[in-house]
Every structure is written in C-alpha cells, then in structure tokens.
C-alpha cells in the first residue's frame, strides 16, 4: 500500500511530525552483518541540520539520530531498524497566525480537506522536516553500500538557484562542500550568497535545481516497467516535499534532440567494458544502468512560507491576508541536497539486493558478457 | 515487489514481448458492477495502434484487445481482468541486423547485461509496444472512472516536438483530435507535418513533450511521501518507454520562482469551493489534489532505431556500425499520448478507490469542510 | 516486501528486540478522525503484560505505550502512527548462559544460521516480547473499528492447556475475564491451575490452543484468492510466535466430515438477512465472511526454554547440555490470548478498509441484495 | 494490495473463471536463464487435471497450457510469465438448476452478497478450476528450483479421508504415485477405493488432509514476522479452496505437549551438520528453515456440491432446497495434493530469491556457521 514506505527490499517507512514529540524511519529489510552506529548517521543529518549559517531556517534542532533496534554489537541483525530523532525546538506559538488561514502553496489547505485535521504545528506531517527521517535512512544505506558495494560514490549539488544557473565550464567537483550551497561553481556560490541575502532580507523565497550523481554504478540494476531503476528515482524524488519536476540525464531537453544526437554511441573500453561518447541517457536504458554515472535532476519551489503578503481564505471560508512569520528557509533547495543523495542512496541499495534476490551473484555481477 | 506491476488497489500487471504470441495486462482490484465490453477498450487502443498515417510505424497491427476474465455479462466481478492482446505482424526477420550489435539509445545492452538474454525480435520487452498493454488497462480504468467519477475528464496532447513548441495563446480544446499530433495548435500541426516529413525522408527521429491534463478532478486525492499523487504520477510517466523528465504544473521552471510567484493565491468561488489565481502547483499540493486541474508534462527522447550509421559494438566487444532497417515511429511521443492518458487514468482511479479505503465516503467526498 | 509489515491498508511494522532500548510498531494507511490516546492502547497492553500472577514470566516490564506521530489533539491525523514501548527490565544476565549454545525448539540456531549475528540477550528480534508491539497496533485497530463498527465484539480464550481441553457444555462467555487463564470454561481454570503449578514447579511448559471469535462481523470482508479473510487470518495468527498450526471454523476436523454434514444449511432470518443451521465455516466461505462469527483457532507449542536438562550443540559444534535459567512462561499461550485478539482486529480493520476502497459504501455495505 | 497475487519476489497473480475463455497465471519476478518448456509444466497439471479416473469429477479438460511471454528460445528472460490454459468443457447448462439458489456451504452466497454478481457458471472465480493456474505456476517453479537447488524434493500425499488415517507405520515414499488417492499407505488406498464408491453412488463426499513435505531445503529460509517462512506456507495453503485448517510439523497437537517432549534435540551430524533427534517443529524454528524436512498439513473439506437435498434459500430470500447435479468431485482433497504441491514449490523458491536478496551469498549460502 505504501502511504508512507518506499522501496522494494530496502524498505523505508517515515513517521513523525514536524512539532510532535519525535520522527523516524523505520527500515525493514536492511541486510545483516553491516557496521554501523549512530555516529555514521550523524554526519548526514548534520549536513541538512537547520541553522547552521544564515541561509537556512533558524530553528535550532541538534536532529540527533537514535538507533532503536536492529543493531546489536555494531552490526546489523537483519531484524527491522528504527531511526529517532527527537524534536527539541517545538517553538508552536511561531504558527498561531495561521492557525485558521491557508497558506496559499502549501499542503495546508489539502490535508485539511483531506484528512478534516489541521495540525497547524509547523505544517504536521507535511513540513519539509519529514524528509530529516528519510537523510537518516539514507544514512544506513550508505553505510550498507559501504560494505556491499564500496566502489559507488554518491555527490548532489545545486545547478541553480532562481534565476542563476551555475556555468558547467566552472564544475569542481571538489568545490562542492566548499560552500554553503553545494554547488560546484565557486563562481555561483559567491553570486547566490548575495541574491539570497537579498532575497531573505525581502521576505521572499526562491527555487532551485539539484543534481545528483551516482559513479561507478554496476551495469544491470532495475528490471522492467515498475521496477525500473528511473521509475525508482522519479519517484524516490518527487516524493520529496516542493519538488515538481525530475530528470534523468538529458531529462526534458531530450524533447530537442534528433535520434542521432542522442544516442550516446558505443566502443569497447581499455578494461573490457562498454564505454560510451556521451551521457544524455543519464547512465540508464530501458530502466536499467549501464555502467555509466547516472544523473538526477529535480526542480525544488520556492518555500510557500513568506513574508510577503497573500491573499487567502480562512477554514470558514473567509478571506484573508496572511504573512507567514517564523523561521523559514529562503532557499529550501539548499537542505534538500542531502536529501537527494539519501533518496540516491535508498534507490541503488534497494536494486543492488533485487537485483541479487531476481538474477543472482554477486553485487555488479551480471549474466551476459560482452567480449 | 512490484517488477511489472503499478497501483495501489487498482493494480496493473503487464506482460508480453513485442514479438511474442500475445502480451496483456492482469488487473488486481477493479472494483465489481461497472459496465464494461471489448469496444470500449479498443476504442483507445485504436488511437496508439500503429500504421495509421505516415507519422507512425507501418508496422500492421490491429492491436485487438480480448478480455479473457472478469467480466461477466458486460459487468466487472471484481475479480481479477485480464486483458490479451495477440500479436499478429511478427515479421522479426526485419531485425536479424541487429541480432548482434546493440542500438545505441536502446535497451539492447543493458538487457543482454542484466538477464543474459537477447531477444532480438523488436526488443522483446523493452519494445515500447508494451505500452499497448497499458492502454488497454487504462481503457479499463476509464470504465471504471465513467462510472464513479463520470465528471473527469483526461487529455493528453503534445507540447514540442523537437525544436517546434506550441504557442500556447494559440491553445484550442477542440482543436487536440483534429490532427495526426494530438496537438491544441492547429499552426504547430502544420509546421510539424513538413518538419517530421523532413526527419522521416532523412533517417532521423525526434523527441517530443506530452502534457496530460485531468480536469474536475475532487480535492484530496493523494496521501503522504510514497502515496503521494505527484509521486504516483512521475512513476507512471517515467515507466513508459523513453521517457527522460517528468513535471507537475510549472515543472523545473518552479526552480526560477519566487515564493510569491510561485503561491497560487486562494479565493472563495461562487460554488463555495475554493479558487485559486494560477496553477503553479498542477493541482497538487503536498502531495494531495487541489480540485484544479492536474497538469502533468513529460519528455519522449528520440526514437533510436534509425536509418543513420552510429558506432556501436557486437556482443562479443567488436567495433561496428549499425543502421536500424525496419518500421520504426519518427516521432514515438505521437503515440505515447493515449499512453499518458492511459497511466494518468490509472492513478486517478487508484487515488480514489485508495481515498475510499483510507479516508471513507463517496468519491469526492472528504472530511474537511472550508466554509 | 513486507518481512517485518502485515496488512493491505492498514499496514503495521514491528520493530525491536527483547533486550533493546525499546520496540514499538510503525502503522501506516489508519483512518483520520478517530479518537485515540495512550490509555486506551493500554488496557490491551496490561492485559499481555508480564508478571501479572505466578502462571506468567516474573520479568517485570510496565509495557507503557507511548503515541510518538500520528496523533492530534487525540484524533488520528490520518499520517503514520508510532507506538513506542521502552524496555525497563533488561537483565540480560540472565542469558549469559545461552551466549554460545542453541535452546532446542528456539530460534536461536536459525538465526545464527541465517543471520551470523546472535542476540543472546532474551532472543532478541524471535523474543514472544516483539507480541507486545502487535498488542499496541491492535489496541489501535479496535479503536479505529469502535469508530467503523462499533458492534464488532472481539474475544480470545483458551479451549486447551496440554492435555486438558475445555467442556464446551460449561462454556460462559462472561467466564472469560474472571480467571487468570481467560478459559470460558469455570471448572477449567481450576484444573489448569493446580496442572500449571505442577509443570512449573518441575521446570516444565506446556502448549495451549487458543480460540478467537469475532461477532458481528459483516457479511462480504474478504477478496479472492491472497486476500482472503482466511488466508490473512492464517498468515496473522501462524506468524505470532510459537504458532504451530491454524484452524477456521470446523479446521482440521473438516476432513473427517461429509458433505451433507458440513454444509450449513441457509435459511432467511427474521431480520431479514440470511441465518445458518450451524457455523462448520467459522464465519467464511469462498475467504469472504458471511456475517455468522468469525472463528479462528490456534495452536501455541510450550516455551522452549525450561529448566529440564537437553541436549543441544555450541557455536563451534560441540555437543552440550542445556538448562535455561531466566524468567519464563510455563505455559505462554496465556499470554497469546491479547496478541490473537489484536490480530483479529488487525485483519477485520484492513479487510474493511479494503471493501470500502474495492467495493465501496459503508462499513458492512456490500453490492447484493437477499431478499 | 494482492487481491489475487501471492509471494515476495516471485509473485504470481491468478486470474479467470471456471467457465470463461481461459483462466492462468502472471508470474512477475522469475529469475533468467531457466530452462523451461510447456511439457515441463504440463506434468504437472495432468496430474491435477480432472477425469482421469473415477474418482474426480468427469468434466474433461485436457488443461492445456500456453506459455504466452517471459520464455524465449527455451529458456526464461527474466521478465514477466504469462501462462494460460483456454477453458474447453464450458457445459454451463448444468448450473442453470442454480442460478437463483446458493449452494450451502458454497462461495456462492458470500460472493454474491460482496460483489452483486452471480456468476453460476461453476462458481466463476470461487471454483476450484482456479487451482489449475497455480498448478502451471508451481510448475514453472519447480523448473527454477530444479535449476537453482535441484536437490530439494518435494512431495505431496493424502494422510486422511474422512472417518479414514493412513496407518504410519506403513508409510512408503514410492507408493505414493501408485494409487489414485496420492497416498503413501497401500492398504489404505485400498479401502478408501470401497469407501469412496460408496459415497459417490450416495451423491455424497467427505474430506481430506494433505500432506506436504519438503525435503534437503537448505537452513536459513525465511524472515522474521511476515515474512515467516511458516506465515507464508499458512496463507498459500489457506488460500486453496475449501482449505479449513493448516499445520506446521506438529500442528494443534503442539498444545498438548511438554516443552521438553516437543523441544528437537540438536546433536552434530556426520557431515558437520546439525541433525536433530525429531521434527516437531517442521523444519521451521523462529520462521526459518532449519535443514530438517519441512512439513505442512492442511484439511480440506468436503465438496459443497452434492446430490443430497440441503435446505437453502434463493436470491429474492424464498426458503429453498437444492441439489447440486453436476459433474463434481466426491473427494476434491485428491485433486488438491498437485495444488498444495505447487504453492510448497512456489513458497520455498520465493523464500531462496528473498534471502540471496536480503542476506546474499549462492543458494543455501548462509552467514552463521556451525562447528
């Protein structure tokens, strides 16, 4: 059924509420005899932590992880994992303005409608705090892919904020953690800091555009249709909070090309594998990797709490003016970095163990050779 | 698990390869009591099905659809549907070139990687004429939304093809099945005809976008993080052959918004329901149906069986050159329209009957009121 | 996937170990708007919770179930619920004695077959203490079906304790909560209590067979095939520890009977629904109830840990003797008793929901009409 | 949701009714490579099939089936199995006596009232017809098997019919394909030869139990909760028609033992194996497999088609009596040994696919090792 899980054989199942006691995720299906302790997954939750610098929402959460279960002496048991995060900064009295008022491009008015409950707190189940549970779980699976597969590197980045776009000439892959925006391009970075402060001190909020890499992806993981490793990802992606567009490698702007400018062409590489002249398919053909790096892309909007007035109705109806005072984000996109890598993270793992349980042998191992 | 199969409730499984006896789709959990027959599914069938004019591939199939259980006296038993569709033009003998060098573009090597099988004839199960299979499950789904839901209304159409996009002020409703291309410009129709006419002559392909709108579609449907209707969306769209990007509402363009763009305003309409001054969000948020028209956008690349020479290799690691003889779309995202149409039916139908199971009452019926 | 989740739509996942921090159970697809709180889940709690009377483990655990998502203002929000139990009582020194031999009749030796990882302390993830999180997401199930279905009555009770079976003649329901055994059967209990103390003191246990009724069920919960009220009753109650066998309404016995003497004859009630001669089908026929009591019995084997003396192996293979000291249940199918009613209430919750989503209308609504 | 679907990885989705077109199985999740032809499943349903001796109904089916996708060039791709077999004997005229009568102890009235659908063609989707699908699946199953770990052996046989036990001590593997009754105890078959005429010529029909036993299942198999190797057998056994009770080892006498009569000795075995001094358990310890042989046993009830005179009522609620003429089977348990077969042969290949998934390593590989 799945409201709340993802995955096929890794499988994450997120609880929690932005101003509720706790959150977390609990996992079934994590594979045994895996090192792993709370430190591990400390140091990717502390990548998307609130309140680091002057770019993010100032709530002050320490976002620390607890293993529950499913870890017993340092390892994995193969028994379902629970991951807590305790809120500490559930400063509710920030969100009596809108108690009775929608927020216009939030989940506000939906899941009144839907559900008939208003947890004003912070937006409930649908505040972006949710996915701090999904970077914990993103957490284990690295440490999974770690010992399963050591060799896959896993890097998101920003590639725009509004309306500037980072140059790809400038791409340093070693200045991504360099900067507050994990963004490759020095030269943007140092653009974005001033648009952004412009743009907070205004009240407003803007979009952005991550990307996230895979390298040395083994050839051969998905499977048809719904099992495809795209579908995965789409999905995996969209299912974040303010995302509304996904791609994978040339994405939309395959639209564009011919047959012949697409097709990334085929040789045979000094080790024996298939190397391609191009990437547009994003590491991925008929849902299933091809060895290449495979690139996501997903489109983040602007956070829908604002300073700026707009107009509304109230839940009876009334309409309204609102201005959403608190501690918000003026680039959501920013946190949403290792938010992406996470969801990277659960997606490969869960189709390195299908791919084993279906076809069978090793990680990376495959059952048609070429030469 | 989940391989070949999509949906909550209303779940689709389909099988079959491009060259084999038949392929089909089983559907698991169509509700009992709704009038459906043969004709009504091949009514949409016959708007994928091949051959019809010079845009798509000659490739002669009368794609006839056979409903072999569930249906009893023109009704759904609420039993399991199984939908077989025989292939009858199996002339594989077009694709003995290609027995054993891989199309560039094309699944051929990430399957014979995977599974160590070549099925040589068409692709087998990557062939995009799997998606038959999914328009004869979508027809199903229509049956079934006629009869809850008759107030829905589902059209896909096309947005660009190549370098060519639509004028949107040009928009025309009406004007969608009056061309070869599905498209609401009737002037876009014209330039497309030569520009693919130009593409077809030459041995080329072309990608193209696909925008599928559902309209009068009732506010909370949808549920949190892996139910989300967005979510479900962008796994049904990046599940279909080709498929590189998917958006909801202002897609990657929300990345270029403000907050205050991009929050479409909420107003009080003369019905009593809620309005709202744009649809930035696709009719979603958080994951839930607004109540306006859910807009749904997504790339078809290039189809890559062409008659220009690419460089590939053989299975056993040979340099070569490959043309594609054969019968083959120039524009494949011509007949990924009624497939687009078909997945967005399917998960409407599933959100429903889902919303029905979580949330209780009649379709459309939620449990907050405004007003 | 599903290896720690059962339930279509509402969908729960255990988690935790006997001798961890805490377990708890992640419910997914709960309805919104039911009145909940923590004392309610409770009452089912205390009555599975150890140490009550001498017939039962001394391990003293308070079993305080805490709500941690889910849960607003004491209505379901509709989002995923947390039940969380803390562990007190951990005094795995108890079980420094089992570190490297395996107890006969326990999972100890599959585990560390399967897994490489032994969690001496209590059994870890196979400890019967992984019940009390079911026993939590069963409390919640009956507070969703005292919303939905109020005239839903659900009652477990012992028909057997090693070789003494009830006297069906003696049986008074209201018997049931007056003794420590919750036997309908008065002169039982009394007769079990003096066996028990025997078995006890001599370091023995003893199997039971507990019988589980739902009345009131409506007529028409249940699907073909793999959503079979049947099948998912069998799955629920074969998947509690200790479980050796499943019987619906005549079970086993249905084998020795003919035809004529099975089929229950059907005859119109005064209320103008159908009434039976007799309930050989425990309420089911063709997996889908008929409005007649639900009846599920099952088989408990005794504990494997006793303090008689058996012969086992170590780790590294060495033939040894085992006796296991510790806290432990003579006879733990008393204590199954609550964990069978809460996945009765599990199964007729999800089975509702389903109908409702598949087939539509309210609860015990159903398509065709007698009469 | 799996209305109609069983298993994990290996998932198969039965469809069609007794007397439509044609009825089969979607098998979503089979491994590539596997050698497989239609003779090799055909094997299998001729021994399920009905007509072939006096004792089964005489309904000619020659239960012919197609293998329409998923295999190519002999062998499986890996990819989604269709497997049909068309419906010949279609001689509905023999049900119109029903039409407006529901059979007691039949499906009939249940999914009547459910659906708002009678399909008295034999019962439609509740027939026993439905089996001769799971049959073709098991048979594709026992292909992989054989392919993946060819020394497991699987075997099924009737212990009980009616008032009459097989007699253990006489118990002979080789007897079992011997005799019409699939039993391994030759006098027995003898007398239920006599006793089963005799009920025939009455137009009555009795019970049975069927075992089912696998034997050299590697150690390991299985997962905690639900995912049980004992929860899995349980659904897929309770799942078959007319199904009322299931056993695992022991069964319901589990209840009557001690903990230290039922608790399996462990010593080491000669081959550095653990060997256990007896098998109450199954095979199965904790949901997993233990290497030991495992064992389930399930009752099926008599036929609820008979041609004695039960009282019933019709659809407008008029009190009625009925006599079900007809082609139908006075014991049907023989013809449910191939089917309990089959879902043995589909559980146990599932359970190999999720632990190399989950844990890894070649089949029978596990990470705890002994000695």
């Known amino acids: 059924m799945s409201l709340n899980t993802f995955g096929h054989l890794f499988r994450v199942t997120t609880w929690g509420e932005s101003h509720g006691p706790a959150l977390g995720a609990t996992v ?4 045994p005899g895996v090192a ?6 400390q140091t990717w939750l502390d990548k998307r932590k609130p309140g680091q610098n002057k770019y993010t929402t100032q709530r002050r959460e320490p976002d620390q992880v607890k293993i529950l279960s ?3 002496e340092g390892q994995t048991t193969g028994t379902s994992v629970q991951l807590m995060i305790e809120n500490t900064d559930q400063r509710s009295k920030d969100y009596g303005d809108i108690m009775d008022k929608f927020r216009p491009g939030h989940a506000d008015i939906t899941y009144w409608q839907k559900y008939g409950i208003r947890d004003y707190r912070g937006g409930g189940r649908s505040s972006a705090r949710e996915t701090a549970a999904r970077v914990a779980a993103g957490g284990l699976a690295r440490a999974v892919l770690h010992t399963l597969a050591p060799q896959i590197e896993i890097k998101g980045y920003m590639t725009r904020m509004g309306a500037h776009e980072i140059d790809r000439s400038r791409f340093d892959w070693d ?3 360099q900067n507050p925006f994990w963004t490759p391009d020095a030269e943007a970075a140092n653009t974005w800091a001033d648009y952004l402060d412009g743009l907070r001190k205004s009240g407003s909020s803007v979009g952005a555009i991550i990307e996230v890499v895979a390298r040395s992806v083994p050839a051969g993981l998905g499977a048809p249709i719904y099992g495809k490793l795209d579908t995965d990802l789409a999905a995996a992606m969209m299912s974040i909070n303010a995302v509304k567009g996904v791609e994978i490698g040339e994405g939309m702007s395959a639209a564009m090309l011919t047959g012949e400018a697409n097709a990334d062409e085929i040789f045979m590489g000094n080790d024996g594998k298939p190397v391609y002249s191009s990437n547009h398919a994003g590491g991925i053909l008929g849902g299933i990797s091809t060895g290449q790096d495979v690139v996501v892309r997903f489109a983040v909007k602007p956070t829908s709490s604002i300073l700026q007035t707009r107009k509304t109705i109230t839940k009876t109806g009334e309409a ?3 201005i959403t005072k608190g501690r918000h984000d003026p680039c959501v996109g920013i946190r949403a970095v290792p938010v992406g890598e996470a969801m990277m993270a659960c997606v490969l793992l869960d ?5 084993r349980g279906q076809v069978g042998g090793a990680v990376g191992e495959t059952r048609g050779h070429i030469g």
Chains 1, 2, 3, 4 share one sequence.
């Open 28 to 31: 079934d299906g994590c594979p």
């Open 36 to 41: 792993v302790d709370e430190a591990m997954l």
């Open 70 to 72: 499913g870890v017993f």
């Open 175 to 177: 200045q991504i953690d």
């Open 320 to 322: 309204a003016e609102i």
């Open 351 to 355: 189709h390195i163990l299908l791919h």
